[in-house]
Each structure stands twice: as C-alpha cells, then as structure tokens.
C-alpha cells in the first residue's frame, strides 16, 4: 500500500469505526459529531494545547461535553493528552497535585480508624502520590483506573 491508501485504511477501519461505533456503543454517547471534529482538530494540529473555554464558544457546546468527548478519545486510545510542562521536573510534580486536604480528610480518617497505611484516591485528571503523616495516598485518574 502506498502512503495515501494506508491513511485512508486507517482513517475508515480504526479512527471512524471507534468513533461512530465503539464510543457510542461503550458510553452511550448520541453526539458523535462532537468527537469527530476535536479528533480530526487534535489529529491536524499534534502537540496542540487545548483551551477547553475556547473549544467551548467556538463549537457552540458546554465545557462538560467538551471534556466528555476529549476523555472518549483518550479511553479509546486515539489521543492522548499530557501535563502542561513547567521548567523544572520539581514545578510539574507540583503543578499535578490538585487534590485539596478536604479530598483526603475522609480517606485519612478511615485509613486511621482501619490501621491502613496506603489508600488510593480516584480523581477526574490529575495523579500522584501524597504522604500525610504515616499514611501514602495515590491519586489515580479516572481515565487510568477504569483501564485497570
């Protein structure tokens, strides 16, 4: 196959099949349209940094579909995002670590009453690990825990 054919082979056989028939089947999604524009925009411009408000006005959808379309793709494995790199490994470890005390107050607390040294924290984007006093918490995506 040339160049041009094994494109299209891959654009009708794997790209528009998990787009048209295993996102929606899996997350009973209806807007599909939605998912072909940001996969064919991200697949245009690789390495783009997505502004989710900007996606948002321009397709005329709200934030939280955006998200949802952009979290299918990634569960799909046709792209996949990565952290906004800082300077330094030091200020993107701490730039990852969103997880407010209030997310860990209860966790910290049943690991205590439990006698539990190492507990794990689903989250929507973010990941790492936390230690608080003798206790480590991982903090796990969504997006990864459900690949488990």
């Known amino acids: ?16 099949r998990i787009i048209y028939r295993d996102i929606p089947e899996s997350f009973g999604v ?6 072909r524009i940001l996969a064919e925009y991200i697949f245009e411009n690789p ?5 989710i408000d900007a996606l948002s006005r321009n397709l005329g959808r709200h ?11 990634e569960l799909s494995f046709l792209i996949k995002r990565t952290s906004n790199l800082r300077g330094s490994f030091l200020a993107t470890s701490r730039k990852n670590k969103k997880v407010d005390k209030k997310d860990t ?5 049943f690991c205590s009453l439990f ?4 507990a794990y924290l689903i989250n929507r984007e ?10 480590e918490i991982v903090v796990i995506p969504i997006t990864k825990f459900l690949l488990l």
């Open 126 to 135: 973010e990941d790492g690990i936390i230690r608080i006093d003798d206790k």
């Open 115 to 118: 006698n539990i040294d190492k």
């Open 1 to 16: 196959m040339d160049e041009r054919e094994i494109k299209e082979y891959i654009r009708e056989l794997v790209i528009e």
């Open 47 to 51: 390495g783009i940094i997505l502004n």
């Open 30 to 35: 209806e807007d599909t349209e939605i998912i």
């Open 105 to 109: 107050k209860g966790l910290l607390k």
């Open 63 to 73: 934030k939280k579909t955006i998200r949802n379309a952009l979290n299918y793709l």
